[in-house]
């Protein structure tokens, strides 16, 4: 990758741009009457007065790419759908499971109307007249708040038969996810969608020919739709003014762990990590940086060697990561590295849909050589063998989540080995102990001894292989039985 | 999918693998491309009748170019990458990359898998321990603690899913799902708590269930009728054909110490691809009790007594002479091509009678004239392949998944693929016609002819009719009248033998190949002194018996339960004279003999069925056991020259010899009709892949119209053939016409709904696939999957009798739980023609006649399906 050209710093150097975040302050921001007043839906009557092919246009060329973690160019997208087939759809996609990653959470919560705008306007554009948003299910309230959304645009006109008055008609559905992160994966989702088992499809036949209920489907991140208003608003010019080369715009970075000041800040994408740190006031005082993930736990992690790179796409493809949903968790001297991985695959091995076998085993197996690295009670060589299996994993399943599984893995090892070597023989809660790494908590009692079963604040999923029914029961006897009994019900 | 993909799409596409480049047709499935190039790429979830999914990651492969200059940067499943225009594979024999991959893969299989092969079924023939034997590590690296699920559990009575064991390849979910149509199998739960599940209660009672555990890669599935019984090493395995229906299936028999431990589906892509029905599968062991024949039984003072094979000859040949040629054979519809033709030649040669039928069941003189036109002249058979390109399918008394399940799978399989049309001419929609997605048309049995008639058939159509048209005056006609617009027909029995019968010549219309009764040609190898005579079908010889016309009977392989009039044929045989059976089994009739001689069963025996195709469909003897009874040949052989007659043969090969060497009535054109319709005893071993390499049998030229017009007296439409509106006998229904056809006697005509009386409907019935039918016995598991008995009306029906609130309700006796059935024809009542403790002919009930329905008084709880009794216990 060549190094990215910064087509337009801010002259002012000011370093924020809040778009889609500038009103997330405002009283009742979520309700129709404050986000007219604040100039909503003044995207979609500019745009309603154009042909859709023109709005396409606009997007396409404002070189918008997709904010779900790919990064796909969002107009080429759209301009996949055949035009001349119908009925199509729109669904975006609102599941939001990623560890680490929280942009559009908080964006449902406090301005559901620039969705349901982007969401009539990209209808338009491509000529959908049924669109849908599937929405983490856990998400309880933001689904309320987007319901209701929906529901007053609805009185308003500005959804129906005839949007505006314009001949247009457009309904949107919110659906409620039943709490799997694969049913981000879009296919998943699609299959979800549908009532089915939320696994990945096939591909092809693409979404785009054959999507939900094989018909033409177009799939975008709520983060992507919802940056479409500004863009017909400020038309394309205004988005290009705005970050790299090839990564245009501004987008929201979500900063968690031990920041002074964590939460979403939206800024072109030529801001730096280190300049975001800065803004989020530094890491924990007293501390300093260990790693970062910077796009949400399935992006390999970067050190304070990466403290100065460019937040955009190409950047962090040339250190060998993802800009992924830019979710960049921050984790300081106090963390032990082996156990944040431990935690993350534990939460791959339980997302894991099951269709494939690297993801569906594969994670079996590294969670459990983790866990006797975290107690300290590795063999030698373990660490290699972890590398082995991520490698049997890595690149041969059959979506993209087992990628993201192990590229914790295979990244922290690099740049921490010698931690994961300690676990031959100390236990990672001895080498780095847990309490001083909880970001909130009051000092911990000292818990150098933990009994694998204790609650650990910091790791509420710490229980067993995180396979637990939900009603607090686990199955860790299932892989800590040496005799391997189980039971029906309690395990698997 | 994919073999779509491959058929539709003549163009080749050139790819390399291995080096070894092979022309492939565009959209083949790179690991089939493989394969035509000679390369094996190991697969799991991969299957060649299923749609792709590329779930286990097995068959791994590195594609340094996609056809475009450009390779993947990292392995691709073979199985869902299609193969390209100057594409280039590489599999684990020449790519470390591959190599590895796969490795990893069959590695990460085995960590949670239990490794119990010593107490496995699959063990022996299990494609993972194979692979893991080719290319696994000789050590695990794994040494943490497995996924552990309880052992076995049921999916049905027949099912055992070992969820330890299973590699969720999904094959067993996707057969159910995109073959058999029954979808109540699904995988549940995710990550390594994935399983295959069924809803609690709902249990996997497929028709076709066993398929799953012949597909499955791994011993996760097993079935009751053979988990723990044997060792696939120690098993002989003899390719054959099916006995259980028409379809012609090709079985694959394993035995083992002189006893059958299982049947598989053979590999025949032009009839059954590689599936059969659970029926062929599990239904073999009814010959397994104490009720199974070894020695001969004589009549000695009212008593069935064993008796020497000499005494029981002498015995039967007194019998037979005393009554001259007063004597009726019925042979029932389950005897192999040569048996029949054994006791065609026997009835004509030997006792000097005509009245041969192979019919044990109803029928019609419109149905024996329309098979002998059938079998005068076949015309073009149609064929599965047919099925497949047709664009509309019309069933008329055929229920196939009841009747003729393979047939089922190919129409299904032909909607799925080629949106077939389905249209039924039915009493109601059964699962069948429902999985078919079939139109009804919802008929009282009687009317099939009329609709039929009104039915727009043209080119591309093809209507398949089933035996219980014999019971509707004017169906098979209007069956063969099809071709006038252009359609074309089939004719399917319910039983294996009743084609190959027919052309036996063990039927009262006809000599063997359809010569007529005196043929010259026939004489010829049979000799001098033939019966002139016409013969009596079968319910005539059981009315001559009653009547004393006849005095001896032949019987072989008939159950008095299966004819239309039970008590009818008891009384008959009670009358008679003198009485032979050749069985088996006991049966009722034997039970009734003067004279019962045992033949050896079919895995016992050689010889061949033609299946609905006209397909000769060999049969192998799969068990040469020393000292059992002899072959029914043989048998009758003995007789023979106890009478003083030989017999002429004395083995199958002679009797198909002999019978092959007769010619067909003069056809103008002999294009070798049967070449192509015939199928050759494959290898034991599969062919690696089936829908690729095995080349679909070509299209049998159509011979020419045959000049020799049908025997007069049942002239219908010859089968078929070009349209001949002079020839063929116009639809009873359409009245103009039927001043100018012959007359054709008609069964006892149906019910008129109009003239019902009060409390009555018109009865509807057909059996189902898995009922109380003897060949099922003593295997519980398999009637276990039987659908749930009820009786059915729709909503205006029930109400017009006042059984809105019924839950059960009688007929003529028989009580059944009572099923509101939107889609049941009106003032029909439908009931399953038999299932255990039911019987509606033993009943003396006959479908299209009026039946009073009644309500039972007081409401018993409804049985639960589940719990249905299932057990011979009623049989
Ligand atoms: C395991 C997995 C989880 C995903 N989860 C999400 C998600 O929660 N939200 C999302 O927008 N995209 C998610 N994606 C990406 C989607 O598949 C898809 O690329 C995205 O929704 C497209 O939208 P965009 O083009 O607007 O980015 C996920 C992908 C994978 C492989
Ligand atoms: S990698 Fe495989 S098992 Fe994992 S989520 Fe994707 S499809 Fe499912
Ligand atoms: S399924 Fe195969 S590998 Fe597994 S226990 Fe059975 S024989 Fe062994
Ligand atoms: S039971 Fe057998 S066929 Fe079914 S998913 Fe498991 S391994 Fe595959
Ligand atoms: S055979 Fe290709 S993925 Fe299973």
New binding site residues.
């Given amino acids: 990758m060549t190094a990215p050209t910064i087509t337009a710093p801010p002259a002012d150097e000011q370093l924020l741009v809040p778009v889609l975040t500038a009103d997330w302050g405002q009283p009742e921001s979520w309700k129709l009457a404050q986000y007219e007043a604040r100039g909503g839906y003044r995207g979609l009557r500019a745009a309603l007065v154009r042909p859709p092919a023109e709005v396409m246009a606009e997007v396409k060329d404002s070189q918008l790419r997709g904010r779900g973690g790919a990064g796909f160019p969002t107009g080429l997208k759209w301009s996949f759908v055949p035009g001349d087939l119908s009925p199509k759809y729109l669904v975006v996609n609102g599941d939001e499971s990623e560890p680490g990653t929280c942009k559009d959470v908080p964006l449902l919560m406090a301005s559901p109307h620039t969705l349901v705008e982007g969401i009539i306007i990209a209808s338009y554009a491509i000529g959908v007249n049924q669109a849908f948003v599937y929405v983490r299910g856990e998400a309880l309230h933001p689904i309320r708040r987007l319901r209701a959304a929906v529901a007053e645009a609805r009185a308003a006109g500005y959804l129906g038969t005839d949007v505006l008055g314009s001949g247009f008609s457009l309904d949107i559905v919110v659906h409620a996810g039943a709490g799997a992160y694969i049913c981000g994966e879009e296919t998943a989702l699609l299959n979800s969608l549908e009532g089915r088992r939320g696994q990945p499809r096939l591909r092809p036949p693409f979404p785009a020919v054959a999507g939900l209920y094989a018909k033409p489907t177009v799939i975008n991140n709520v983060e992507s739709i919802a940056t479409v208003p500004a863009i017909i608003n400020h038309g394309k010019d205004w988005f290009l003014s705005m970050g790299t080369e090839r990564s245009r715009g501004m987008t929201i970075y979500s900063l968690s762990g031990h920041v002074r000041h964590p939460g979403q800040y939206e800024a072109p994408l030529t801001i730096t990590f280190r300049q975001l740190l800065d803004l989020a006031g530094g890491v924990r005082q007293g501390h300093k940086l260990k790693f970062f993930t910077p796009g949400g736990s399935s992006t390999p992690i970067l050190t304070e060697d990466n403290l100065d790179i460019v937040l955009d796409y190409e950047s962090l493809a040339a250190a060998g990561t993802m800009l992924g949903t830019k979710a960049l968790q921050v984790f300081d001297d106090t963390t032990s590295v082996v156990r944040t991985t431990l935690r993350w695959v534990e939460f791959y091995q339980h997302e894991s849909c099951g269709k494939c076998t690297p993801c569906r085993e594969g994670t079996w197996w590294l969670v459990q050589l983790l866990r006797r690295l975290e107690a300290g009670q590795g063999h030698p060589g373990d660490v290699d063998l972890l590398l082995s299996v991520a490698q049997s994993i890595n690149g041969q399943s059959f979506c993209p989540l087992a990628a993201g599984a192990v590229a914790c893995v295979t990244s922290a090892v690099k740049h921490f080995r010698e931690e994961f070597e300690a676990g031959y023989h100390t236990p990672a809660w001895e080498y780095l102990p847990y309490a001083a790494s909880a970001a909130f908590a009051e000092p911990a009692p000292d818990r150098s001894q933990p009994a694998r079963s204790a609650p650990d604040p910091a790791a509420p999923d710490q229980a067993g292989a995180g396979q637990g029914d939900g009603a607090g029961r686990s199955d860790e006897a299932s892989q800590t039985d040496p005799a391997g009994r189980t039971d029906e019900g309690v395990t698997l | 999918m994919t073999e779509t993909a491959v058929k539709a799409n003549p163009e080749l596409v050139t790819v390399t693998v291995d080096g070894r480049a092979v022309e492939v047709p565009k959209g083949t499935p790179v690991i089939r491309a493989a394969e035509l190039a000679g390369v094996v790429i190991p697969r799991f979830c991969d299957h060649p009748l299923l749609e792709p999914i590329g779930a286990c990651r097995q068959c791994l492969v590195e594609i340094p170019d996609a056809g475009n200059g450009r390779g993947f940067p990292v392995p691709q499943a073979s199985c869902t990458t299609v193969a390209a225009q100057g594409m280039r594979v590489e599999t684990a024999a020449t790519s470390a990359k591959a190599k590895a991959a796969q490795e990893g893969v069959l590695e990460l299989l085995l960590i949670n ?5 010593p107490i ?5 023939e ?1 494609p ?2 194979n692979q ?1 034997m080719a290319q696994g590590r000789l050590q695990s690296r794994f040494d943490g603690v497995k996924r552990r699920f309880p052992k076995s559990q049921p999916l049905s009575a027949q099912l055992w899913l070992d969820r330890e ?1 299973c590699v969720l390849c999904s094959r067993c979910v996707r057969f159910a799902d995109q073959i058999a149509g029954d979808d109540q199998l699904s995988l549940v739960e995710r990550g390594a708590r994935s399983q295959v599940a069924v809803q609690p209660g709902q249990p996997f009672t497929s028709y076709f269930a066993g398929n799953t555990v012949q597909i499955c890669p ?3 599935l097993t079935s009751q009728s053979y988990r723990f019984a044997a060792r696939p090493f120690d098993l002989v395995s003899t390719v054959t054909t099916c006995e259980g229906c028409a379809a012609g299936c090709q079985l694959r028999v394993d035995h083992r110490h002189y006893q059958v431990k299982r049947r598989l589906a053979g590999d025949l892509p032009a009839v059954n691809q590689e599936w059969n029905c659970d029926r062929g599968r599990f239904g073999f062991v009814s010959e397994r009790g104490p009720d199974r024949l070894t020695v001969p039984l004589l009549r000695r003072d009212g008593q069935l007594v064993e008796a020497s094979w000499t005494e029981a000859l002498a015995a039967a040949a007194a019998g037979l002479s005393r009554a001259g040629a007063a004597v009726g054979v019925l042979t029932g519809g389950r005897l192999t091509r040569e048996t029949a033709y054994a006791h065609a030649r026997f009835a004509r040669a030997v006792l000097g009678s005509n009245d041969i039928d192979f019919r044990a069941r109803a029928l019609s003189a419109e149905e024996t004239g329309f098979l002998a036109a059938w079998q005068t002249d076949p015309g073009q058979p149609v064929t599965y392949a047919d099925l497949d390109q047709a664009e509309q399918v019309v069933l008329v008394g055929l229920e196939p998944e009841d009747e003729a399940p393979i047939v089922f799978l190919r129409l299904r399989r032909a909607v799925r693929q080629h949106r077939l049309q389905v249209t039924t001419i039915a009493a109601r929609r059964s699962p069948g016609s429902a999985k078919l997605d079939a139109r009804l048309i919802a008929t009282a049995p009687g009317q099939e002819a009329a609709q039929l008639a009104a039915l727009d058939l043209g080119a591309g159509s093809i209507v398949l009719g089933g035996e219980r048209l014999a019971q509707s005056p004017g169906a098979l006609t209007a069956l063969a009248a099809v071709v006038r617009k252009g359609g074309r027909w089939a004719w399917l029995p319910r039983r294996p033998g009743e084609v190959g019968a027919l052309e036996a010549g063990a039927f009262p219309a006809l000599w063997p190949q359809g010569q007529p009764v005196g043929s010259e040609a026939v004489a010829r190898v049979w000799g001098s002194g033939l019966p002139t005579a016409p013969g009596r079908d079968s319910l005539a010889q059981v009315a001559a018996l009653a009547d004393g016309s006849l005095r001896a009977a032949v019987w072989s392989g008939v159950e008095l339960a299966d004819l239309p009039d039970p008590a009818a044929a008891r009384a008959g045989l009670e009358r008679a004279d003198f009485v032979l059976s050749l069985e088996r089994r006991l049966s009722e009739a034997a039970q009734l003999a003067d004279v019962v001689l045992p033949v050896a069963p079919l895995e016992e025996t050689s010889g061949s069925f033609r299946n609905w195709e006209r397909r000769l469909s060999p049969v192998a003897q799969v068990i040469g056991r020393p000292g059992t009874p002899m072959t029914e040949i043989r048998v009758l052989a003995a007789l023979a020259d106890a009478l003083g007659v030989p017999l002429g043969f004395r083995t199958p090969d002679e009797a198909a010899a002999e019978l092959d060497q007769i010619e067909p009535p003069a056809r103008p054109a002999e294009a070798a009709p049967d070449a192509a319709a015939t199928t050759p005893v494959a290898a034991v071993v599969p062919a690696p892949d089936p829908a690729l390499t095995t080349p679909v049998a070509a299209a049998v030229p159509a011979p020419a119209r045959a000049a020799v017009p049908a025997p007069a007296v049942w002239t219908v439409g010859p089968a078929n053939a070009a349209p001949d509106p002079v020839l063929a006998t116009p639809v009873v229904a359409d009245p103009a016409a039927e001043a100018a056809g012959p007359a054709i006697p008609a069964p006892a005509a149906p019910a008129d709904p109009a003239a019902l009386g009060p409390g009555e409907a018109v009865l509807a019935t057909w059996r189902e696939l898995l009922d109380d039918a003897r060949l099922l016995d003593h295997e519980p598991a398999l009637r276990a999957s039987a659908r749930p008995v009820a009786a059915r009306l729709n909503p205006a029906t029930a109400a017009a009798l006042g059984l809105d609130d019924a839950r059960r309700v009688t007929l003529g006796g028989l009580e059944f739980d009572l099923v509101i059935d939107p889609t049941v024809a009106d003032n029909v009542v439908w009931a399953p023609s038999r299932a255990p403790g039911l019987n509606l002919a033993v009943a003396g009930l006959t479908p299209g006649r009026a039946v009073a329905v009644t309500p039972v008084a007081v409401a018993p709880a409804a049985v639960d399906p589940a719990e249905r009794p299932s057990e011979e216990a009623q049989a």
């Fill in positions: 898998h239990p490794l119990d092969c496995c079924d699959k063990g022996g299990c993972l321990q893991a064991r791994v011993g996760a």
